[in-house]
């Protein structure tokens, strides 16, 4: 017989099983051909199979004391064909080219061509080139999929793998659970992860990640997202967001960007904004929201910092915006007190720089605020009058600066705003 690398494999299987179970040379002649098995003392097996018909299939039986299977070998076609290895009990293998190393009832179906199963018990691999490699009750049912270990888990997803665990699922095309139990990457989510912990859960969310904890959960097109871990914190319907601890923290109203470090009971539906803290919640972009616990509901008692800009070229008044637009809002019933830090600029190589802090303190339910003065500094030649605040509406706080130069310029500002709801 040629000597070909697969048959190589299965003389080292072979020479173990000879080694221990046989003590000298035998021969024996059956329906298929003659069979030469010999263990000689230095280690060595020689294997010769020599059927009565080249093109007859070939079948390799070694039997223990007691007559039962311990290992077969076929292949199909003509004698120097790639075969089928199949070790261990009622194992069934019905692929070609595929090979179960060991174990108790692991099943290869017709459709699972060139897949393998290294062991373990009621594990199934039914698709092209799938992998199981040990475990109990673990199925691969799609192309290219792989589970190395574990307890009943599945993957049904193209290019799927589960490292091990227990009742994770990977549906999903090309998705991957490390480990853990109960976690799942449903079927319309392309390339998930979930590292480990329990429960989590991505749901047609392309290229989301989740780290690990317990029943956080990834869904409603939530593309490129990231949960760390923590407990029950969602992602819904955001796109490129995080949230990387924490617990019942939750990103969602179609913003993008937006994160939340940790903390406990946060929200953000924002464009790029950040919650933190304890029931805080930021819902304008940029936002920068921090509470630590609320009166009533979330976000009534805490603090919102934000940043706009804008440019002028010409003398007038103009209206800091967010990026993208809009103005700072916030529900009617509220008090605060605002700081603002502002600069602004000429453009090029002027030197004329101008900068300082303004203090306002509002309450929108007969619209009206105090200046608390402002304190300015100037390098160069003075370009703008500070900016004030006036309340265009019960729920609106705008910012303007007047130029009093015609030079472009870059106006920034932050504004740091202390809310509360009046009870």
């Given at each position: 017989?040629?000597?070909?690398?697969?048959?190589?494999?299965?003389?080292?299987?072979?020479?173990?099983?000879?080694?221990?179970?046989?003590?000298?040379?035998?021969?024996?002649?059956?329906?298929?051909?003659?069979?030469?098995?010999?263990?000689?003392?230095?280690?060595?097996?020689?294997?010769?199979?020599?059927?009565?018909?080249?093109?007859?299939?070939?079948?390799?039986?070694?039997?223990?004391?007691?007559?039962?299977?311990?290992?077969?070998?076929?292949?199909?076609?003509?004698?120097?064909?790639?075969?089928?290895?199949?070790?261990?009990?009622?194992?069934?293998?019905?692929?070609?080219?595929?090979?179960?190393?060991?174990?108790?009832?692991?099943?290869?179906?017709?459709?699972?061509?060139?897949?393998?199963?290294?062991?373990?018990?009621?594990?199934?691999?039914?698709?092209?080139?799938?992998?199981?490699?040990?475990?109990?009750?673990?199925?691969?049912?799609?192309?290219?999929?792989?589970?190395?270990?574990?307890?009943?888990?599945?993957?049904?997803?193209?290019?799927?793998?589960?490292?091990?665990?227990?009742?994770?699922?990977?549906?999903?095309?090309?998705?991957?659970?490390?480990?853990?139990?109960?976690?799942?990457?449903?079927?319309?989510?392309?390339?998930?992860?979930?590292?480990?912990?329990?429960?989590?859960?991505?749901?047609?969310?392309?290229?989301?990640?989740?780290?690990?904890?317990?029943?956080?959960?990834?869904?409603?097109?939530?593309?490129?997202?990231?949960?760390?871990?923590?407990?029950?914190?969602?992602?819904?319907?955001?796109?490129?967001?995080?949230?990387?601890?924490?617990?019942?923290?939750?990103?969602?109203?179609?913003?993008?960007?937006?994160?939340?470090?940790?903390?406990?009971?946060?929200?953000?539906?924002?464009?790029?904004?950040?919650?933190?803290?304890?029931?805080?919640?930021?819902?304008?972009?940029?936002?920068?929201?921090?509470?630590?616990?609320?009166?009533?509901?979330?976000?009534?008692?805490?603090?919102?910092?934000?940043w706009l800009r804008i440019t002028s070229a010409a003398i007038g008044?103009?209206?800091?915006?967010?990026?993208?637009?809009?103005?700072?809002?916030?529900?009617?019933?509220?008090?605060g007190t605002c700081k603002i830090m502002y600069n602004s600029s000429?453009?090029?190589?002027?030197?004329?720089?101008?900068?300082?802090?303004?203090?306002?303190?509002?309450?929108?339910?007969?619209?009206?605020?105090?200046?608390?003065?402002?304190?300015?500094?100037?390098?160069?030649?003075?370009?703008?009058?500070?900016?004030?605040?006036?309340?265009?509406?019960?729920?609106?706080?705008?910012?303007?600066v007047t130029t009093v130069a015609a030079s472009a310029m870059r106006?920034?500002?932050?504004?740091?705003?202390?809310?509360?709801?009046?009870?």
């Open positions: 017989m040629e000597d070909t690398p697969f048959l190589r494999y299965v003389y080292c299987i072979i020479y173990s099983i000879v080694m221990y179970g046989y003590t000298a040379p035998r021969k024996r002649s059956t329906m298929y051909g003659d069979v030469d098995v010999a263990a000689d003392p230095i280690n060595k097996l020689n294997l010769v199979v020599t059927p009565p018909d080249i093109n007859t299939s070939k079948l390799l039986t070694i039997t223990n004391s007691t007559g039962s299977q311990t290992l077969s070998l076929t292949g199909d076609g003509d004698i120097n064909s790639l075969g089928k290895l199949t070790i261990g009990n009622a194992e069934t293998n019905n692929a070609q080219y595929s090979s179960i190393a060991g174990g108790n009832g692991n099943t290869i179906s017709i459709g699972g061509s060139t897949s393998f199963i290294g062991g373990g018990t009621t594990n199934t691999a039914s698709n092209t080139s799938t992998v199981v490699a040990g475990g109990d009750t673990n199925v691969a049912s799609n192309s290219f999929a792989a589970i190395v270990g574990g307890q009943d888990n599945t993957v049904t997803g193209g290019y799927g793998f589960i490292g091990g665990g227990a009742f994770n699922q990977v549906n999903g095309y090309q998705g991957c659970v490390v480990g853990g139990n109960g976690n799942v990457i449903a079927t319309a989510c392309a390339n998930g992860s979930i590292v480990g912990g329990q429960g989590n859960t991505i749901v047609d969310s392309d290229h989301g990640t989740i780290g690990g904890g317990f029943s956080n959960r990834m869904d409603n097109f939530s593309t490129y997202g990231t949960i760390g871990g923590g407990n029950t914190n969602y992602l819904n319907n955001v796109t490129t967001s995080v949230i990387a601890g924490g617990s019942n923290n939750t990103i969602s109203g179609s913003c993008n960007g937006a994160s939340i470090p940790g903390g406990e009971l946060n929200t953000c539906t924002g464009n790029y904004s950040v919650a933190s803290g304890y029931k805080s919640k930021a819902t304008q972009t940029g936002e920068q929201a921090y509470a630590c616990g609320f009166f009533a509901v979330l976000g009534d008692c805490q603090r919102s910092t934000y008044t103009f209206t800091y915006l967010f990026d993208g637009g809009g103005e700072v809002s916030y529900p009617a019933g509220y008090t000429k453009s090029g190589a002027f030197l004329d720089c101008q900068g300082g802090v303004r203090r306002y303190t509002f309450q929108n339910f007969s619209n009206t605020f105090i200046d608390d003065g402002a304190s300015n500094g100037t390098l160069g030649v003075a370009i703008i009058n500070p900016p004030v605040m006036v309340m265009p509406s019960a729920t609106t706080l705008r910012f303007t106006h920034s500002i932050c504004v740091e705003v202390y809310w509360m709801k009046r009870g």
